[in-house]
């Protein structure tokens, strides 16, 4: 598609002004009705710059073609040690353990409402949950696979809703770049980082980390926007890894 095709496909002004009205009505409901959405809110405020993704949607078996895909690059590691970064309620945690039925799982999660109903999940002794700093992911790793799935973003639906052109104020690169190098850092030798459904590209953070993509066949153009190190917005969307190794 050339640039003027991307130009006609973008929502009116009028278009945008109705679904960020619409937003805004769903998220007030949302505040009123549920209790998660509520401890979203919370966690913002009480966490305040050490939060990614603020909202906690997810649902199981959400990234199945890059699970099967992990799992294969993995299949020479008995007993891999995996990390979920951003685990909402476990759903993540839970899929994965129907793909790597001999691993270690562990769930990070900064929202305390979360973290206790991952908590509450029906027992396996070969997972845990932890509160997401440093010295706790730490203390499990290093790992052989980190899945970071919607958690270096920030409402991206917001995002297109505004029309922002720089998202350098809403989501800073630094706070993205800083997420990446500390998921780096507890990467087992030969460890893998998946990353999807983030606002910048992994690429332009891992220039001083021992990180490079893996080059496979899912290798393909963002679905959604992705923004430069200046919080520029990258048009079109530009072809993206979503797997990298640790050298
Ligand atoms: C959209 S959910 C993604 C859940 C799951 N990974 C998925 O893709 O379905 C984003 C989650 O990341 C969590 N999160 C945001 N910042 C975080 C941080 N610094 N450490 C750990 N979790 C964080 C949020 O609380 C939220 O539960």
Redesign the pocket.
Known sequence: MNRAMERDRRPTPLARRAAWLKLRAGRVRDLMLSGRARS?LW?RWR?GA??????????PD??AALFRLTQRLLAGRSAPRIL?????AG??VVSLRGYFPEAVLVG????PV?LRACRRLPADPQRHFVK?TPERIAAHGPYDAI?????FTRRPHEVEARGMHNIAAHYPFAHFAA?IRLLAEQLAPGGLLIV??ALYRVEDAIADLPLEPVMIAGNARAKHARFDRDGNRIEPNPQISRIFRRR
């Open positions: 979203e966690t966490h050490a939060v990614h993704q603020d909202v906690s949607l997810s649902f959400r990234y979920s970064y951003g685990c909402a759903e993540e990070a999660e900064i929202n979360l997401s899945f970071a799935m919607a958690v997420g999807e459904h």
